[in-house]
């Protein structure tokens, strides 16, 4: 059963989000790619959020860059939780991005990630780690991918 939506403003979006995509697949949590935006879709993204809970999914990965309604307005649709990922803009660098996402008025809240490629790989190991709760099976293979993360590490630069 698909349990996050990787959601993201545009096509130009899937360079970014592609990462958090993989590590989902890496972990065996089945999940689903569309592309929905609060500006050029609002009608796909209303429809996309208010149905996301009632089709069986747990979380929403949401990507967006610039002016980033994306994760906001999703999560004013949805009582899921919502990790946003601000895409890296061509003209502020993601930092247009990332204040979009992260200044959430009080009460409808979005997990913020970084900007750019480490925030998606963080909002699909923080989606992981979400579901690993109810999941102990997703939980053994969470440990394992930090354990063999560490272990890759290299203990001098050269
Ligand atoms: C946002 O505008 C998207 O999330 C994307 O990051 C940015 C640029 O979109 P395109 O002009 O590349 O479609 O809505």
Redesign the pocket.
Known sequence: MTRVGII??????WETMRHAAEILDTLGVAHETRVV????TPERLYDYAKGAADRGLKVIVA??????H?PGMAAAMTHLPVLGVP?E?KALKGMD?LLSIAQMPGGIPVGTLAIGKAGAINAGLLAAAILAGSDADLEARLIAWRAEQTDSVAETPE
């Open positions: 993201m403003g545009s096509t130009s979006d935006s609060a500006h050029r990507g967006a860059g610039g002016a980033a994306l895409v803009s991005s």
